[in-house]
């Protein structure tokens, strides 16, 4: 493929520098969702971690580099889950933090970030003018600017996730390989789904063919994507955009930077409206489609990881499983993980939205 | 120490027939949870894999003896998720799987254990009952009878999260490491607060002494209490029952096997009369205390995990929060781990127990 702005040399050194508490994070099938999805189901699970998000990956990056040999101060634009996660960094290193965050933001990540020492300035308005305020910021203190997807440490670092997939499909499931080894002795691969059934076994499900990602500013997308294609060609790219806040999807399918003029969705993640043209460059090497969903369905994934998964997660978090729900056609049969890449949720909203049903107990 | 019926090197060579989807659970700080809890708390998740809790790590064991030399029938009693993992481990070896429960046992994981292809007998009783007629079938079937806690494989598979533990502890938190070791070169250890403080950094939790682990059969307390009894002596072992269901705990207390006549706890999965002697002679090795903890703490500590750590647990999960709400003076100061053993819940029971609060978004 053509050259990204991304290095899988630098991804692989990026392991080096992240806590290893961000790192090797479960990947695991979720049955239990499968009857209502119609494929196999796979959790890359990011929230299990001290900022409960992906962000600490790429935020333990930049903080290792400026620590070594950068300025001590350090402001970014956030919508919470990246000033969470470069407040938790910095601290460790004895940076100074700034976060600019909108004060419409999820009161969870704010409070979350203020207890985590950082200094806090909200906004009057979205997340678009909070990164304007966080670059005048660095430029009148002469201080580092992190800018989300557009600084290459913050889409390494969450690349890192791309070569845990990949390392765990290569070494996928060694049971269920032993297994297919075992069937193997005794008859040619045709006959396997066969004898499965005679030993009343499920076909183990194959690798992964497909990886959802939540798409906001692009890291994520572009850091996986980045080594997906580098490394397991053959896997399926989907970014997955609310239809709330479509700008770099409707940019990555019209090949040019579209911006919006206001976004309306819950999921606050990734609800940008001005695409990086560089990282829009990336995301055109890498993705393999870009697809909008409906809140509805947003909520709809939530309530289905809470209830099948036992996972509260934040709305951003549930976009993988909401384009299943919009495309059961699509991924019918096949093997798909979803990137559960955030769990900051306001209690109050969180419960609304998942509320009005009961939590079933069984599929 | 005194020797247990356990094997720390056969504990490493689990490691090596235990699907990796098992192994290498998250384990984080939460300081969320702090300040409601007065003592540094770091999380050892063990519910984010295909069967929702600990229990896989033991019938990987298990199944994976059979599966090289045994019979390839077998049958246990459960709780639900023992079966459940069993039903898991069994399936992808080919082995013919019944489990016995309860009739009222959690429906949520009597469903999961049908789903996973597992035979499934209900008895009219409680789990004690479960227990003899899953003997009995063993008896007059001529197959395998898994005994939890008493079968070294659960509690050796299970010990696998003392090694786990062990070596977080060993490598713990680099980071914080470096940077105390920034801090030595520039003064002695006794200036390191006040550096810290100088900097605005907050002192770094010290490696964890003491680990909460809940109390059922016992073959996750005596796993992971040998394991940190041989390699890390100076951690507490605390032990977590029910008081509705406090039969290890007396019996610990005695030093002799007391049985209970009924239960009455919402753990279901910690809920047996009738300890089994060896068990308790291992558990009089390796715990340092057992306590007992009333039905308002562990509710209390779902909500807790569900507010503040974003995770949905089963009761018996909670163990460890309810012991330190019980007792904040004795962990005042202190970094605890707390062992989060499952998420196999039914929903309408779950809603009931923390739907009485809001999620409130702040600590």
Redesign the interface.
């Known amino acids: 493929m053509q050259q990204t702005r991304l290095d899988t040399g630098r991804i692989r050194a990026a392991r080096r520098v992240i ?3 961000f790192l ?9 969702l499968e009857p209502g999805l119609g494929c196999a189901v796979s ?1 890359k ?1 990011e ?4 900022v ?1 998000s992906f962000k600490g990956r790429g935020t ?1 990056v930049v903080a290792s580099l400026l620590a070594e040999h950068g300025p001590r101060a350090v402001v970014c634009a956030s919508a919470g889950n990246l000033g969470q996660a470069l407040a938790w ?1 910095g ?4 940076l ?1 933090v700034t976060v600019v965050a909108s004060r419409f933001a ?3 990540k704010l ?2 970030i203020r ?3 950082a200094g806090l300035e909200l906004v009057d308005g979205d997340h678009e003018l909070a990164r304007e305020r966080a670059a005048a910021i660095a430029r009148y203190d002469g201080i580092r600017l992190v800018e989300d997807s557009l600084d290459l440490e913050t889409c390494e670092g969450a690349a890192t996730i791309g070569l845990e997939l990949v390392e765990a499909r290569e ?1 996928a ?4 390989q032993a ?1 297919r080894a075992d069937l193997t002795d005794q008859a040619d691969q045709a006959d396997q789904a066969q004898l499965a059934e005679q ?4 076909v ?1 499900a194959p690798p992964f063919d497909a990886v959802l990602i939540a798409l906001g500013g692009g890291a994520l997308a572009t850091g996986v994507g980045h080594v997906l294609k580098a490394l397991a060609p053959g896997v399926e790219v989907i970014c997955v955009q609310p239809l709330g806040a479509p700008a770099l999807t409707r940019s990555w399918h019209e090949r040019r930077v579209v911006t919006t003029d206001s976004t309306d969705t819950i999921a606050d993640g990734v609800a940008g409206r001005c695409p990086i043209p560089a990282v829009l460059d990336d995301l055109l090497l890498v993705a393999d489609d870009a697809v909008l969903v409906q809140e509805a369905s947003i909520i709809a994934g939530m309530r289905m990881l ?2 099948h998964a ?3 997660v934040e709305p951003s978090a549930a976009l993988g499983i909401a384009a299943i729900l919009e495309d059961r056609d699509r991924f019918a049969g096949r093997h798909v993980v979803t990137v559960v890449c955030g ?6 909203a ?2 609304r939205w998942v509320g009005a049903v ?6």
Chains 1, 2 share one sequence.
Do not use: F, M, W
């Open positions: 806590d290893p508490v090797g994070t479960p990947l695991y099938r979720c049955e239990a959790i699970l929230t299990a971690n001290p409960r333990e960094s601290r460790g290193r004895g100074d999820t009161t969870a409070d979350r207890a985590l020492g070494g499931n060694p049971g269920a297994k030993a009343q076994l499920p183990p809470l209830d036992g996972l509260v769990s900051n949720v306001d209690g109050d969180y419960r009961a939590l079933p107990h069984s599929v």
